[in-house]
Nanobody, 113 residues
Framework: VQLVESGGGLVQAGGSLRLSCAAS????????MSWYRQAPGKQREFVAA????????NYADSVKGRFTISRDNAKNTAYLQMNSLKPEDTAVYYC???????WGQGTLVTVSS
């Protein structure tokens, strides 16, 4: 089983990025998926979550209205669309299957002011 994040990079404040989390294995379609992030020197924190069917979503207050989580079960991929990025969004972003406890290796997002 693998979760592989991609799409991170360097962006100016106010810009956008879309992260992807590609899953291998048959677990994906039955599992809710989450995004977490960890900034330098800080603990990992919850960002967003989506139900297995994609009908329900949940966001941290700090990203609500700016980030959108989605998924394509036909492609075994989850996404995090990040708009209006701020320097405080700088972190390594991880995808997670909370049902099975799987984590990806993370992708770095750096937002410059």
């Amino acid at each position: 089983v693998q979760l592989v994040e991609s799409g991170g990079g360097l962006v100016q404040a106010g810009g956008s990025l879309r992260l992807s989390c590609a899953a291998s294995g048959s677990f994906f379609r039955s599992s809710p998926m989450s995004w977490y992030r960890q900034a330098p020197g800080k603990q990992r924190e919850f960002v967003a979550a989506i139900s297995a069917a994609g009908s329900n979503t949940n966001y941290a207050d700090s990203v609500k209205g700016r980030f959108t989580i989605s998924r394509d079960n036909a492609k075994n991929t989850a996404y995090l669309q990040m708009n209006s990025l701020k320097p405080e969004d700088t972190a390594v972003y991880y995808c997670n299957s909370p049902l099975y406890g799987y984590w990806g290796q993370g992708t770095l997002v750096t937002v410059s002011s």
